[in-house]
């Protein structure tokens, strides 16, 4: 009887030293485990150097994927879409009259409309009030805000087919072939030093 107790003393005791080794062991190797647990950061394309000032946000991820095609509508109801677009530098602006950033950054992106030449820059608003009420005080606010003009989408499907994932305001920059090159979620200044030399990069680059 007593050396079977004893055997049993002997046995828990090696459990438990088993159990701390263990312990011991994670606790050593913790750094390596969450390490190994957090994904990799998305690599950037060179773009990114002009993430700074109010654009510091901006997401310039190295995959280049094409603008979705979507159609959309202009000022008159005609179907749009962005491969007709193709050629020039666009800046796709989603936006609504509820979004209270989303008004008060609309004058720089008048100002930045107006800083190039309509052949080689497009400033695009879309609008994605869900009412015609809504798309008629949109289309009486932009209208304050030339050169930009007014397209819309009451369907409010846009702003998640682009990587903003709905956010709002949202800004999507394309390339001349109509490629996503960079996406900014929230309000910011896109007449600033730091977005003209976004733009200017865009337009360096071969058609």
């Known amino acids: 009887m ?3 107790k004893t055997g ?8 438990a030293i088993g159990v701390i080794a263990g312990a011991g062991l994670l606790y050593a190797n913790r750094d390596a485990f969450f390490k190994a647990a957090t994904p990799a950061p998305a690599a950037k394309s060179d773009l990114a150097r002009f993430a700074t000032g109010s654009l510091t946000r901006l997401e310039t991820p190295a995959e280049t994927p094409m603008a979705p095609a979507y ?9 749009a879409t962005f491969a007709g677009f ?12 509820w ?19 309509d052949d080689q820059l497009v400033v695009l608003p879309i609008n994605v009030d869900a009412t ?13 805000h030339e050169p930009l003009p007014l397209y819309s989408d009451l369907k409010f ?3 998640f087919e682009l990587p903003g994932e709905g956010k709002m305001p949202q800004t999507v920059l394309l390339d001349r072939q109509g490629r996503i090159r960079a996406h900014f979620s929230g309000e ?3 007449s600033s030093p730091e977005a003209r030399a976004l733009i200017d990069a865009l337009l360096a680059e071969p058609a």
Do not use: H
């Open 2 to 4: 007593k050396g079977s």
């Open 8 to 15: 049993g003393v002997v046995i828990a005791a090696a459990l």
């Open 99 to 117: 979004c209270a950033p989303c008004r008060t950054e609309m004058p720089t992106l008048a100002r930045l409309d107006e800083a190039y030449p």
């Open 71 to 79: 159609v959309f509508k202009t000022r008159d109801g005609a179907d």
């Open 188 to 190: 910011a200044d896109w």
């Open 86 to 97: 193709r050629g020039k530098v666009v800046v796709v602006n989603l936006w609504a009259m």
């Open 157 to 159: 499907q846009l702003p």
């Open 132 to 144: 015609e009420d809504g798309l008629a005080d949109a289309r009486n606010f932009i209208d304050v």
